[in-house]
Structure formats: structure tokens, C-alpha cells
């Protein structure tokens, strides 16, 4: 089946520093894959997405390629703030049995700290 | 703001008990999808309905189930409740039509956190 493999947190940076979370996949097809970020108390909101291999997704200075040949899809920011603490999850979908079933399969997360 | 509704935010029930949670979707989207967030297991993908049908199932529990009304709203009922059940169960909502091209972005709801003391 499909599986996610990101980075295991918490991982803390100070103000201005680049971000890195790592994320690999498990899928049988060719998937989408989705940035999520979940701040505290809240739901989870779609940071950015690619849909095809080579496809780089770019939201609020955050980057991800899609890497077929090394199945991966890492999140990068070139300099992060307070403003980002948040937990970050790596997700695939893929079409499942019928038409609309595009469910989401998701990494464990990856906790965010900045610190000014 | 998603425009995904989620009701109610908070529930403490306790063991043996039965809840239903209620989610309304972004008006226009036909698909619902519930996924459970707990510590130990993750964000797990519970079932979803696309216009009043159920679509695909995941790791949902027997004493779960869910249902999808002329309206587009679900709801998910949860019986027999166990401490494990304890959890933030989410809702989500996308497009899904029969003619996408399969890459339809989900939007999350606030999530209703269950308490099973």
C-alpha cells in the first residue's frame, strides 16, 4: 500500500534559518503530493501540492519538487520565521477504487519551533 | 477560514457511549471525507462519500460508520466508545467530480476533538 516517510521532528531553528524537512513515498502509481501545515489549534491547511514528477510547488516562500526517481517530495524554505511554528505533514493521493476516491495518506509530522 | 463547518469542537463522553459528528462542506464540493488524528496512530484516512455514496473506506473501526445526506452534509457516528477512540476527528471537503483529473485539493475543517474518559 501507499506510505509517507518524513523527517521525525521536533525540530527547532532560530529566525532567518533554512528549513529542510525530508519526505519519501510509497505509492504504486503516480500520486500527488501535498504540503499540509497545521497550526496550534487548528485544522490543517494546504501549503502547496505538485502533480506530476519534476513539478516544484511554491506557497509563502516554501518549495517542494517532485522526485520520481528518488520518490521524495522535501519541504524548503530559505528563511524561516516565528510565524511558521507549525506542524508540517507530507501527504500523497492517489486515484483509489472509482472515480473521487482521492483520499490522503500522511507522514507522522514534523513539529516546527522558531525562536526569534 | 476553509468554509469547511465542523460541529461540535469539543466532546467528553464516556466509555460505552455513542456521538455523532457533524461536518458541512464548502458549498459546490459533492465529496466528504473523515480522518482521524490520535497520537500513536497519526492522521488516518477514515472513509469518504461523494454525493450521498459511500466511495472508498480506510481504517475505520466496525462500531464507526458515516453517511452523507441529500444536502451534502455527513455525519459520523461513533458507538461503543473506547479510551482509544480519543482523538481529533477531522472532515474535509473536495470537488471530486467524475470528470477531474484526479488531483481535487482537500480542505480541512477545525476538527471535533473527542474525550472518551
Known amino acids: 500500500g501507499n506510505s509517507v516517510t518524513q523527517m521525525e521532528g521536533p525540530v527547532t531553528l532560530s529566525e532567518e534559518a533554512f528549513l529542510t524537512i525530508n519526505c519519501t513515498y510509497t505509492?504504486?502509481?503516480?500520486?500527488?503530493l501535498f504540503w499540509y501545515v497545521q497550526y496550534p489549534g487548528e485544522g490543517l491547511q494546504l501549503l502547496l501540492k505538485?502533480?506530476?514528477?519534476?513539478d516544484k510547488g511554491s506557497n509563502k516562500g516554501f518549495e517542494a519538487t517532485y522526485r520520481k526517481e528518488t520518490t521524495s517530495f522535501h519541504l524548503e524554505k530559505g528563511s524561516v520565521q516565528v510565524s511558521d511554528s507549525a506542524v508540517y505533514f507530507c501527504?500523497?493521493?492517489?486515484?483509489?477504487?472509482?472515480?473521487?476516491?482521492?483520499?490522503?495518506?500522511f507522514g507522522k509530522g514534523t513539529k516546527l519551533s522558531v525562536i526569534p | 477560514d476553509s468554509g469547511v463547518t465542523q460541529t461540535p469542537k469539543h466532546l467528553i463522553t464516556a466509555t460505552g457511549q455513542r456521538v455523532t459528528l457533524r461536518c458541512s462542506p464548502r458549498?459546490?464540493?459533492?465529496?466528504v471525507y473523515w480522518y482521524q488524528q490520535s497520537l500513536d496512530q497519526g492522521l488516518q484516512f477514515l472513509i469518504q462519500?461523494?454525493?450521498?455514496?459511500?466511495?472508498a473506506k480506510g481504517n475505520i473501526l466496525e462500531r464507526f460508520s458515516a453517511q452523507q445526506f441529500p444536502d451534502l452534509h455527513s455525519e459520523l457516528n461513533l458507538s461503543s466508545l473506547e479510551l482509544g477512540d480519543s482523538a481529533l476527528y477531522f472532515c474535509?471537503?473536495?470537488?471530486?467530480?467524475?470528470?477531474?483529473?484526479?488531483?481535487?485539493?482537500?480542505?480541512f475543517g477545525p476538527g471535533t476533538r473527542l474525550t472518551v474518559l
Open positions: 505538485a502533480t506530476k514528477a519534476d
Open positions: 462519500y461523494y454525493n450521498g455514496e459511500e466511495r
Open positions: 474535509a471537503s473536495s470537488v471530486a467530480t467524475f470528470h477531474s483529473s484526479g488531483r481535487n485539493e482537500q480542505f
Open positions: 501527504a500523497l493521493s492517489e486515484g483509489g477504487s472509482g472515480a473521487g476516491s482521492y483520499q490522503l495518506t
Open positions: 505509492a504504486t502509481g503516480y500520486p500527488s
Open positions: 458549498s459546490g464540493d459533492l465529496s
